[in-house]
Nanobody, 130 residues
Framework: QLQLVESGGGLVQPGGSLRLSCAASGDTIVGRRIGWFRQAPGKEREGVSCISSSGNIIHYADSVKGRFTISRDNANQMVYLQMNGLKPEDTAVYYC???????????????????????WGQGTQVTVSS
């Protein structure tokens, strides 16, 4: 069973940066799509960024384009989210998630939660505040 553990969250001032990490164990991320999602208090969970199993297809939510960068290191079973130019509206619990590719889903449908991921981490809190 694939297990995902996020780290790297914390409190940062507006305009600051954080790098979230997601460590996989129990199974491999090779061949799986990986995504970062977030949920703010009182709001629905939303996709932030998703990356294909090969790493050559990436989707970003419009709200984070140009500020966030997703990457994956299959050899070390790690996925990262570099977040720059953080804004108070980025405050949320951030989750790492994985999905087996299928003919019924795409990176876009995964990231928009139309075809939700199969595996979820426990989340890490990101708070952007002065």
């Amino acid at each position: 069973q694939l297990q995902l553990v996020e780290s790297g969250g914390g409190l940062v001032q507006p305009g600051g940066s954080l790098r979230l990490s997601c460590a996989a164990s129990g199974d491999t991320i090779v061949g799986r799509r990986i995504g970062w999602f977030r949920q703010a208090p009182g709001k629905e969970r939303e996709g932030v960024s998703c990356i294909s199993s090969s790493g050559n297809i990436i989707h970003y939510a419009d709200s984070v384009k140009g500020r966030f960068t997703i990457s994956r290191d299959n050899a070390n079973q790690m996925v990262y989210l570099q977040m720059n130019g953080l804004k108070p509206e980025d405050t949320a619990v951030y989750y790492c998630a994985a999905q087996r590719p299928s003919a019924m889903s795409t990176i876009q449908t995964m990231c928009t939660m139309t075809t939700p991921p199969n595996y979820w981490g426990q989340g890490t809190q990101v708070t952007v505040s002065s």
